[in-house]
């Protein structure tokens, strides 16, 4: 079984468990330079983290498509138009954001914001 085999593959490494990966949670306490808190003593800042596409600013692109006439395109035989949005993702202070730490500790990917209205 896959399940038998990683549980070999862990125990051969050997460590302690929180020497692995997981996810941990955080708090954006500054947006300039990037500082996350992530308990009452840690404090990360931007030398530990990289930040994934869902919590910065990216581009898009998107094809808008007509299928009624509510739907306004520059001219009207258009069926579709492709478009370029900026999607605007960024951190700021006081951001709840979710991380997986990294294999060792010494890296965090910041992969989400939590509780984004």
Partial sequence: ??????????????GH???????VFGK????????????????LTEDFLTLGRNVTDHKEKISIVKDSDKMIINKPEDKTKDIEIMVKQHLEEGDA???IRKDGGQEFYVFEKLGDD
């Fill in 1 to 14: 079984m896959a399940g038998e085999f990683i549980l070999k593959q862990f125990n051969k490494r050997g």
């Fill in 17 to 23: 468990a929180s020497e692995y990966s997981d996810v």
């Fill in 28 to 43: 954006v306490v500054s947006k300039s330079p990037l500082k996350i808190e992530v308990s009452n003593t840690i404090i």
């Fill in 97 to 99: 954001v979710a991380m």
